[in-house]
T-cell receptor, first 113, second 116 residues
């Protein structure tokens, strides 16, 4: 079956604009994660959705970042008023069981100019 | 909070040789999972191997094996008979064995180059 997909693959935006990044998890996976990969900070956790439970937002770096997951499937990560330090690769992953493998998407490379 | 340390930013080895990547971690948890992920230039993170902390037996996956030393909080990856396709960034990662807290904490990575 299809793996985790993310869109767009690359996004260039101007400072101050809002962006939306999309993640389609593997069908049937109840857990969905967002991570950010940047040169300065490495790989860091952003947010985690598990089924119908309240998401774990503990990794979101500021209130400009938000995410939602509709119908327990597709997720959108929104960054408002983008800053240059938001430039990074945003990775999405999904998992079907606790402690199991997280399957990653190819990521979205965000560049803020 | 958990931390994961990879002390080798870069490594290179001749094709067909064996290479070992180091990883240490710090945690107060007793039950947890450890992972090695591979990230080739395509950017796609791929799971290489997974270890459950309560299992004493070291995990193996074909040419990949780990040396898990729980007391020393060490989790090294050995790649045998290295191949050109093994060239990638390798990340060690930690996850608590706790429902609702399944985020991965990653090390800074080791860039591995296999030389033909």
């Amino acid at each position: 079956g299809a793996g985790v997909s993310q869109s767009p693959s690359n996004k260039v935006t101007e400072k101050g604009k809002d962006v939306e990044l999309r993640c389609d998890p593997i069908s049937g996976h109840t857990a969905l994660y967002w991570y950010r990969q940047s040169l300065g900070q490495g790989l860091e956790f952003l947010i985690y959705f598990q089924g119908n439970s309240a998401p774990d937002k503990s990794g979101l770096p500021s209130d400009r970042f938000s995410a939602e997951r509709t119908g327990g499937s597709v997720s959108t990560l929104t960054i408002q008023r983008t800053q240059q330090e938001d430039s990074a690769v945003y990775l999405c992953a999904s998992s079907y069981r606790q402690g199991g493998e997280q399957y990653f998407g190819p990521g979205t490379r965000l560049t803020v100019t | 909070a958990q931390t994961v340390t990879q002390s080798q930013p870069e490594m290179s080895v001749q094709e067909a040789e064996t290479v070992t990547l180091s990883c240490t971690y710090d945690t107060s948890e007793n039950n947890y999972y450890l992972f090695w992920y591979k990230q080739p230039p395509s950017r796609q993170m791929i799971l290489v191997i997974r270890q459950e902390a309560y299992k004493q037996q070291n995990a193996t996956e074909n040419r990949f094996s780990v040396n898990f030393q729980k007391a020393a909080k060490s989790f090294s990856l050995k790649i045998s008979d290295s191949q050109l396709g093994d060239t990638a960034m390798y990340f060690c990662a930690f996850m608590k064995h706790l429902i609702g807290n399944e985020k991965l904490t990653f090390g800074t990575g080791t860039r591995l180059t296999i030389i033909p």
